[in-house]
């Protein structure tokens, strides 16, 4: 009883610890406030709009923003601020699933190519290497144009494109940390290979990844907005940030809301998110909990 | 003799975000012309920062003077501006540093030649060609052969001997007024620690310069320093002659450290006096002593009277002191503890030690050598060459010997962290040679390994508790949750430490502490053999001692067998009851504690024990200098015949052609070398 306490109360600690070291810097705070308020909007458009965002109104179209479209309207007369709403959930779940995949296979990769060593590795590697030679971009409209359009399609290609780096970053880690004491020590001390791997090695490389997967967060929901620009993408009438900055630029002189405020928003979430990896980064730190 | 450089009152401060650290507080000394001044203390006790704040080497920020004057031939040095041209004349030119690390205060990419003639020709104005003709007879002068060719050499072709000896050339090459050494034999084997402090005390004597000695070894110091000053938590505690620091020291502090380093001449039965505690916080100092927490002298009157300042002990105007209390030696006899209390135990169980606990027979550990695009093997080093030894059970076997002799790999092999090349390792009787990695469980849960860096043997991410736990769940010890906790409490209390701290992180601790979790890890499964690789020499001297006594407090109780490896002679012998030597690969003699240090008879023991420096200072004088030169060998060419042939004061025709074998060269005591 007297341990659970003390384990409960050294959490509570952490937490505290952690939102401090976290919340360090001014803008870390910002950064926070839009990702969550990006969040809870996506969450509660269908509430909080009139309009449908795939329904066409001919009667409306291109209108300039006033007090009822508050961002104007598009070529088919759909609400901007409405598209721009429900495309905050396919942009977020493009970029947070395919980080995952990226991150969860590239991680996996990495960690046996560095622990396993040797004709493992370079196998690992050269196939890293091979698909880090080509663009992202190009990589992911290639397997798009392979797989075929849809959701489920585009996180794929761009998990699976973005996979090299995790692998590179963790095989880099690996690699320095097995030389520690402390695995060594592990190894004296009876645990098995696996648990060595996971316990103490994947620990200690966690942060740099997690760090790199909020960073690639925003680059996802960018390479997203690429691809639905290159009409690779999100098939319409669903809303996509990158579709529909495409499809805005077409109007640019007539309403220029119509691409450029989804671009704003792209713009917003890639930095906040950008910001809040550069704090998790601090938190992450052993050491600089508590001293900042 | 004129004062060459006066400091009055300097304070240096790091201002961090949220708090300010004092790093010098208020320090006054000076230097005179041609003396030797040593400056000892703890890490983090200001040394280095105090002799960098006069030359603006501090980083600003967050290095900041808060306050002070360095006066420097008749001019104020701190009133130059960081980057001034004046400045720049003395950084260098009047005043010369060299560093700690002579493999990262040489540029890599630039060669030694360079390197040197570029700040000749900026101080000197000399011309490119003369200032390589310079360069060359320093270099000639800091005792490296083929001068010539060597200025051609990149930092990385050069030993680490032969580096410091370069950056002493580099200093050295615009005749400096003073010379400042920051540690600078500390990264050093004590045989090349011994040949460059040699050369340096020359060289200055012969030049005139005032020679600055930083380091943290007061053994170092008596052989060396005309004068030294003790520092504590950023200041000058106590200051004097050497004769006055070692035979009639009055501070707390400097008595503490004096009785905390073993020594080579001091008798082995007393147990060593730790200073306990740490070091205070430098940011929160408070109105009183920074040392009176661990001051075994503290009385009342401390707590209430303020920081003590400087003032002088006696009649003499060289010794000052800053303490409260007039520790005369008729206080210290008073309030010394008993002296049974000093002694050491003695060890339990004689009969026990007849059991051979381990068995190192015929071990050779090698490494291959790769070279070109398809790594193909092209050769191997034999880091451990035909090594056998015994570990009794409840005996503590010192393994001694300069970096690189292989006397770690010998560690690792019988951890079987290292595959062996040929030769047996029995422990308790069975053959664990080639057992495979499962088949180790059984036997590895009675040995433990503590190692040297007390900060890279802990997982940064796991809670030093369950670091502790690790081998109890690991080996399936059959422990329930609550026993578990009870054990780790057990352990927590075993080696000094509050187990209520074992939820927190590694880097929460300092280093002793953390010498303490690795200890306890180590004792988890009750193993009967703990092999400490290095396991205090990465300690400041006042922890060392409190870690030595727990090492040996541990051993009484539990009865375990040590496996100790240390470089530090001193530490060795006071711990061990046999040790061996070994030397690029090879144990050259080994022996009794008593018969090996009093009577060694191979030449590398005699050159290494000559080398070691002792905190006595009449002892170091009447030593004759240190007859050994040159350096170990890489492994790479090893010698044919004996090892040591290449450096060997006695070493004829037949050594270079023949190894000798092991002899008997007396009861408990076998040496190989041909001149017994």
């Not at chain 2, 300097?10 to 003396?35: D, P």
């Amino acid at each position: 009883m007297e341990v659970q306490k003390g384990k409960q109360h050294t959490t509570a600690k952490r937490m505290q610890e952690f939102a401090g070291v976290f919340f360090s810097r001014k803008l870390v705070i910002f950064g926070f406030i839009i990702i969550v308020a990006m969040i809870l909007l996506a969450l509660l458009v269908p509430v909080l709009s009139p309009y449908d965002p795939n329904l066409s109104s001919l009667k409306e179209v291109l209108r300039h923003p006033d007090i009822s479209h508050w961002l104007g309207t598009d070529d088919l007369g759909r609400d901007v601020l409405t598209r721009i709403l429900y495309g905050t959930r396919v942009s977020l779940l493009v970029g947070l699933a395919s980080t995952l995949v990226a991150g969860v296979l590239g991680m996996a990769l990495g960690l046996i190519a560095g622990y396993m060593e040797g004709i493992v590795d370079s196998v690992i590697m050269r196939i890293m290497d091979a698909m880090l030679a080509v663009p992202i971009v190009i990589l992911a409209l290639f397997l798009g144009s392979a797989l075929g359009k849809g959701l489920g399609n585009i996180i794929f290609c761009i998990g699976i494109s973005m996979i090299p780096r995790y692998a590179r970053v963790t095989r880099g880690s690996v690699l320095s940390v097995k030389k520690l004491d402390y695995i060594t020590a592990g190894r004296i001390y009876g645990a098995s290979r696996f648990q060595i791997a996971v316990k103490h090695i994947l620990k200690n490389c966690l942060s740099s990844n997690l760090v790199m997967m909020t960073m690639n967060l925003g680059d996802a929901i960018l390479t997203e907005a690429s691809l639905s620009y290159l009409a690779m993408g999100i098939n319409p009438p669903t809303a996509s940030w990158g579709g529909m900055v495409s499809n805005g630029y077409e109007w640019l002189s007539m309403n220029p809301c119509v691409a450029i405020a989804p671009g704003i928003f792209i713009v917003l979430t890639v930095w906040a998110f950008n910001v809040c990896g550069d704090a998790l980064r601090d938190v992450l730190d052993p050491k600089l909990k508590g001293t900042l | 003799m004129k004062r060459l450089l006066e400091v009055k009152d300097l304070t240096m401060e790091f201002r961090q975000r949220s708090k300010t650290l004092i790093a010098a507080n208020h320090i006054s000394y000076y230097l005179e012309e041609g003396e030797i001044v040593a400056f000892v203390g703890e890490s983090g006790s200001g040394k280095s920062v105090t002799q960098y704040s006069g030359l603006q080497l501090v980083p600003c920020p967050p290095g900041h003077v808060a306050g002070g004057e360095i006066w420097f031939q008749g001019e104020n040095i701190l009133s130059y501006g960081p980057g001034s041209e004046k400045l720049r004349q003395i950084r260098g030119g009047q005043i010369g540093v060299i560093f700690q690390e002579p493999m990262t205060s040489l540029n890599p990419v630039m060669t030694i030649g360079k390197q040197m003639a570029e700040s000749i020709c900026l101080h000197l104005k000399m011309s490119k060609k003369e200032a390589r003709q310079r360069a060359e007879e320093l270099l000639e002068k800091v005792g490296i052969p083929d001068a010539k060719e060597r200025l051609k050499a990149y930092p990385h072709q050069l030993s680490g001997g032969m580096r410091q000896r370069v950056m002493i050339a580099m200093a050295l090459s615009c005749n400096p007024k003073v010379l400042i050494a920051d540690e600078a034999t500390t990264a050093l084997d004590v045989t090349t620690q011994a040949q460059i402090l040699e050369l340096m005390k020359n060289i200055v004597k012969e030049t005139g310069t005032t020679l600055v000695i930083v380091t943290h070894n007061l053994s170092l110091v008596a052989r060396y320093a005309d004068r030294v000053y003790v520092m504590y938590a950023g200041e000058i505690v106590e200051a004097g002659t050497t004769d006055e620091i070692f035979y009639h020291a009055s501070h707390p502090y400097t008595i503490g450290l004096l009785k905390a380093i073993p020594s080579l001449s001091a008798p082995r039965e007393q147990k060593l006096v730790p200073i306990s505690g740490n070091v205070g916080n430098l940011a929160d100092r408070g109105q009183n002593c920074m040392f009176l927490p661990r001051c075994p002298y503290a009385s009342k009157e401390c707590e209430s009277k303020g920081t003590p300042q400087p003032a002088p002990v006696g009649d003499s105007d060289t010794h000052i002191r800053a303490c409260h209390r007039t520790l005369t030696r008729e206080v210290l006899e008073k309030e010394q503890p008993a002296p049974q209390a000093l002694l050491r135990t003695k060890k339990q169980g004689d009969a026990q030690e007849n059991q051979v606990l381990l068995q190192v027979e015929d071990l050779s550990v090698t490494f291959p050598i790769y070279s070109g695009v398809f790594r193909k093997k092209i050769g191997e080093v034999s880091a451990v060459n035909h090594v056998s030894f015994q570990l009794h059970r409840g005996e503590t076997f010192g393994l001694v010997g300069e970096s690189g002799c292989g006397k770690s790999t010998v560690a690792r092999a019988i951890m079987r962290l290292e595959e062996t090349a040929s030769g047996k390792i029995l422990f308790d009787g069975t053959d664990i040679t080639h057992r495979k990695e499962k088949e180790l469980y059984p036997v590895r849960r009675n040995m433990a390994m503590i190692f040297q860096d007390p900060y890279g043997s802990l997982d940064p991410r796991q809670r030093v508790g369950d670091a502790v736990m690790e081998p109890l769940v690991n080996f399936k010890l059959g422990y329930s949750k609550k026993e578990l906790d009870h054990r780790v409490d057990e352990l927590f209390d075993l080696v000094g430490l509050d187990g209520t701290c074992r939820y927190r992180l590694p880097h929460e601790f300092s280093g002793g502490q953390r010498q303490r979790i690795v200890i306890a890890r180590a004792l988890a499964a009750n193993p009967s053999m703990i092999i400490c690789d290095e396991a205090i020499s990465a300690l400041d001297v006042s922890i060392q001692a409190q870690v030595i006594n727990l090492l040996e407090e541990l051993k009484e109780r539990l009865g375990m067998a040590y496996l100790f490896i240390a470089h530090d002679l001193s530490v060795v012998r006071h711990i061990s009851d046999r040790i061996a030597v070994m030397y690029l690969g090879q144990i050259v003699e080994t022996g009794g504690w008593k018969e090996l240090y009093g009577n060694p008879r191979h030449p590398y023991t005699q050159a290494l024990l000559d080398s070691v420096p002792t905190p006595n200072p009449e002892y170091e004088r009447n030593r004759s200098a240190h007859k050994i030169s040159g350096e170990v060998p890489s492994p790479m060419n090893r010698p044919d015949g004996c090892a040591f042939c290449t450096r060997c004061p006695k070493a004829s025709e037949k050594c270079r052609i023949k190894m000798p074998a092991m002899e008997q060269v007396g009861e408990n005591h076998q040496a190989a070398c041909f001149f017994l």
